[in-house]
């Protein structure tokens, strides 16, 4: 049984970071690629960040991109949203997913490509 566990979430003042974590456990996630989505009250989820698991490569939403930073831990089966220069519009929940991978760019960043998700984590940045 998949399971996609995140943490790290809280409250933070603008211009602060925050690190999410996602631990994935119940299966080998070589195959796989890694997403972070967010939702913020009245809103669609939508896409922030994903990495291959297998070889590294990022791919980043315009909004987040040079702020965020996606990366993964092999051995702790753990991909990471290190969250930098935080804004009061990154206010959202924070979701992992995976999705088996096909090697497609334009694949990450689909919601409706991935067949995992965690519960989710709150990030409030205040002003």
């Known amino acids: 049984q998949v399971q996609l566990v995140e943490s790290g979430g809280g409250l933070v003042q603008a211009g602060g970071s925050l690190r999410l974590s996602c631990a994935a456990s119940g299966r080998t996630f070589s195959r796989y690629a890694m997403g972070w989505f967010r939702q913020a009250p009245g809103k669609e989820r939508e896409f922030v960040a994903a990495?291959?698991?297998?070889?590294?490569?990022?791919y980043y939403a315009d909004s987040v991109k040079d702020r965020f930073t996606i990366s993964r831990d092999n051995a702790k089966n753990t991909v990471y949203l290190q969250m930098n220069s935080l804004i009061p519009e990154d206010t959202a929940v924070y979701s992992c997913?995976?999705?088996?991978?096909?090697?497609?760019?334009?694949?990450?960043?689909?919601?409706?490509?991935?067949?995992?998700w965690g519960q989710g984590t709150q990030v409030t940045v205040s002003s």
């Open positions: 997913a995976a999705a088996y991978d096909i090697g497609r760019s334009y694949y990450y960043t689909d919601l409706s490509s991935y067949d995992y």
């Open positions: 990495i291959r698991w297998s070889s590294g490569s990022t």
